[in-house]
């Protein structure tokens, strides 16, 4: 019995043992940057190169375990390796960094008119002919696209460019053949499916097909054809079109069911670059890191360097402090505002009083114009969370016939309305909680429901909780526009201050990301839902995903416009022509928050809401190069291999005998970090200096500067020289500027505008001031 009992003991420790090996040789993800140049003379190519730098590691590499060879957006390659094998790889010859895989998640028409680019054809003004030098192609990196929709048709335009080498993708779904408006189409799901595993494809294509409707609608937004007769079950009826609806598009699927891998992304922007799109539109984010370990920031500074401009969104995760993705400065980083349009809808209660909130419902059950019983969803759960009406949570025997008010937060707000349905509820009325404010986003739910804001939604619990017997009914109203104040900043909108670089502001400006219409895939319904069995050819949904290709296709405009432009100067037109305050009646008021319905800031808002039919003559523009980025990164103290890392090259080298400051960034706005010695204010005077040259790019003129500050109290603001004259375009100039400021208690915040104007042009840059 005890050999027994011995022999038992060691097998469970040769168990444990292999256990523990089996953790450690658990293989993950990992991005390898190599430096190009070194590149040993034995081998015939990079590719090469590469698999040897891969088995000098692993005894059991095999061609399986490279995902991908990079060339274009950073040299090197995407492999499985062990914590180990990784460690071991970062310190091989040629190796400038190793980094894990990220995992990136989605960040989920009246628009032309309330731009004011709409005129016969959306952008004619400023959009030149297609098939000529200027032709455009975006390429957005989502979920695909859905070939198949009208906003894809290429009715009017020219043949591809002859310099166009993207290609269209047909996979295993039978993707429809690309045309003169959908160039090309490829997918990248090794990344996806080395995490994740295998590929469901009975529930997602592996094709650059949209399983999901984010890249349909997204591509559309940037860059669609105009389609007359465009709504979503009557909604915002009329012509939808993209912001450059003369460019062509290309759609790169890098975004899946489980997420979108910073292994896929790289891939699909090295093809993207190496393609010809001449903008990038990413509505994805994975949160704020260091540079030289955002696999995005690496990937936009290569296209930037190649004459790419990268449009990303900032984020959902407003409306907190420091929640934006995507900061770094080469990439142009886009919040979400609302457009003049609603979809109103009355939550009418059984004691007369009526409540105003949104709904896009418009199914064939409305509710009966007579009140019905309402209750509260809490009081009709066993759970803690029961208010928020997660699935199994209801009770059917309480809530059967009645309308359910629930809660927003944790769960998709078009499940809670599919959990009532389920549940035997008759129609939900949605409450904000204080993390959303007044803000309003419609949704086409799949019963009667209507969505209010946080004081309307806790007047309608107060009825519910006081009344004996409370009743309500609600009453759809369809589509208002002329809506005042708009825009308005999203609650949801990722904001400031920068995390990652205090002194960069971000995000850049907002564009229109509140209930937008655009195209929509054939394989979901419009919550996308798998219970939503409804198909439609157009949706509305709202975020900052839908603001950032507002901006790729403005971005676009302005390219084709001034082809010679580089990615920085099309972004400094956007921001110094943007807009922080309404304009009418006697004077200007600053644009609002949705979250509190005070004025907003920079911190929110940027530069502002962009403005194109302004921004195609911006007279000046702040432009910036590779060099002035690798500057950048030198202030930050960015090792040499941390620059390599990003820049894709050791050739870029810091000098021993230059000072570098982050305030010589040439950035269309200004972000000044104080650092306070204690909290309690007071203390010496500090002086943070800034210097910024603009390039005429309009007519001979002389600018003169003015400054106005707002909550800046202490804040000095010298501008030096305040008038510069221009005399031919190109031509460039430097100014000066000096904050003095006596120390501040920690967390204060302040703001204002510089603005340099010859009488016709308003250059215009927002100031930001933290004390840290």
Same mark, same amino acid.
């Given at each position: ?51 040897? !730098? ?17 060339? *274009? /957006? ?92 993207? &290609? ?65 079950? +009557? ?26 891998? !910073? ?38 500074? &290569? ?160 009825? /519910? ?13 369809? *589509? ?33 990301? /509140? ?5 929509? *895939? ?30 790729? +296709? ?13 990615? &920085? ?83 870029? &080298? ?46 001979? +003129?002389?600018?003169?500067?003015? *400054? ?65």
């Amino acid at each position: 019995m005890r050999n027994i009992g011995m022999l038992r003991a060691l097998l469970l420790a040769l168990a444990a043992a292999a256990a523990t090996v089996a953790a450690a040789e658990k293989r993950k993800t990992y991005i390898v940057h190599m430096a190009k140049s070194a590149m040993p003379a034995e081998y015939a190519d990079h590719a090469e190169w590469y698999g040897a !730098s891969l088995r000098s590691v692993s005894a059991s590499a095999s061609p399986a375990m490279m995902l991908y060879a990079y060339d *274009t /957006v950073l040299h090197g390659f995407s492999a499985r390796l062990t914590p180990q094998e990784a460690s071991d790889l970062a310190c091989a010859d040629g190796v400038l960094a190793v980094n894990p895989e990220a995992r990136y998640e989605l960040h989920t028409t009246r628009t032309p008119e309330f731009l004011g680019i709409a005129g016969g054809d959306a952008g004619q003004g400023l959009f030149p002919q297609s098939g000529t030098a200027a032709d455009v192609v975006v390429g957005v990196l989502d979920t695909g696209a859905w070939p198949e929709s009208k906003s894809y048709d290429d009715a009017g335009l020219a043949k591809v460019p002859a310099w166009w080498k993207g &290609a269209c993708e047909a996979g295993a779904s039978g993707f429809a053949a690309c045309n003169r408006k959908l160039v090309g189409a490829r997918f990248f799901s090794k990344g996806y499916e080395a995490a994740m595993g295998p590929m469901d494809t009975d529930r997602e294509s592996r094709s650059p097909r949209d399983d999901d409707g984010h890249g349909t609608h997204t591509s559309s937004t940037a860059a669609g054809a105009a389609v007359p007769g465009a709504s979503l079950f +009557g909604f915002a009826a009329g012509t939808a079109r993209g912001m450059a609806p003369r460019a062509r598009v290309a759609v790169y699927k890098v975004c899946w069911l489980g997420g979108c891998f !910073s292994s896929d992304i790289l891939a699909g922007m090295d093809a993207a670059v190496a393609d010809g799109c001449g903008v990038l539109s990413l509505s994805l984010g994975g949160g704020a890191a260091d540079y030289s370990r955002d696999s995005v920031a690496i990937g936009a500074f &290569a296209a930037t360097e190649q004459n790419v401009l990268v449009s990303c969104s900032a984020g959902n995760a407003g409306p907190g402090s420091s929640t934006l993705s995507n900061v770094a400065p080469w990439i142009t980083t886009v919040g979400a505002g609302t457009l003049d349009r609603d979809f109103p809808a009355y939550v009418v209660l059984g004691d007369g009083k009526n409540y105003t909130g949104v709904s896009l419902y418009s199914g064939n059950k409305p509710l009966p114009s007579a009140p019905i019983p309402i209750l509260y969803a809490a009081n009709a759960s066993n759970s803690t969370a029961g208010n928020l009406c997660m699935p199994g949570t209801l009770m059917p025997e309480k809530v059967a016939g009645k309308i359910v008010v629930c809660d927003r937060g944790v769960s998709a707000r078009v499940q809670k309305g599919l959990v009532v349905r389920d549940a035997g509820g008759a129609g939900m009325v949605l409450s904000n909680t204080a993390a959303n404010g007044q803000e309003l986003v419609a949704d086409a739910h799949l019963l009667p429901a209507a969505g209010v804001g946080e004081r309307e939604g806790t007047a309608i619990k107060s009825y /519910v909780a006081s009344d004996p017997n409370p009743t309500a009914t609600i009453v759809v109203a369809g *589509t208002q526009v002329g809506v005042r104040p708009s825009p308005v900043v999203a609650a949801f909108s990722s904001r400031g201050p920068n995390m990652v670089t205090p002194e960069i502001l971000k995000p850049d400006m907002i564009a229109p990301g /509140v209930n937008i219409l655009a195209a929509w *895939t054939g394989k979901a319904g419009p919550t996308g839902l798998e219970a939503d069995t409804r198909r439609v050819a157009f949706n509305i949904i709202s975020g900052t995903s839908m603001s950032c290709p507002h901006v790729s +296709g403005l971005a676009a405009l302005l390219r084709s416009a001034h082809p010679e432009w580089s990615p &920085a100067a099309v972004r400094s037109a956007l921001m110094t022509t943007a807009y922080a305050s309404y304009s009418g009646g006697s004077g200007s008021s600053p644009l609002l928050d949705a979250a509190t319905g005070e004025a907003a800031t920079p911190f929110d808002y940027g530069a502002g809401h962009v403005d194109p039919a302004r921004a195609v003559d911006p007279g000046l523009v702040y432009d910036l190069g590779t060099r002035d980025y690798v500057d950048f990164l030198c202030a930050l103290k960015y090792s040499s291999t941390m620059i390599a890392a990003v820049a894709r090259s050791r050739e870029y &080298a810091c000098a021993e005998n230059k000072t570098y400051s982050v305030g010589s960034l040439n950035y269309p706005s200004f972000s000044v970090a104080y650092s306070t010695a204690n909290g309690d204010g007071g203390g010496d005077s500090t002086t943070v200096t800034h210097r910024r040259t603009l390039t005429n790019v309009g007519e001979a +003129g002389t600018y003169k500067v003015s *400054t106005s500050l707002a909550d800046a109290k202490g804040v000095a603001v010298d501008v030096e020289p305040t008038e510069l004259e221009f005399t031919s375009a190109g031509e460039k100039k430097s100014y000066t500027v000096r904050f003095t400021s006596k120390s501040q208690p920690s967390g204060t915040t302040g703001f204002g505008r510089l603005v340099w104007s010859d009488g016709k042009h308003s250059v215009a840059s927002p100031m930001a001031f933290t004390w840290t």
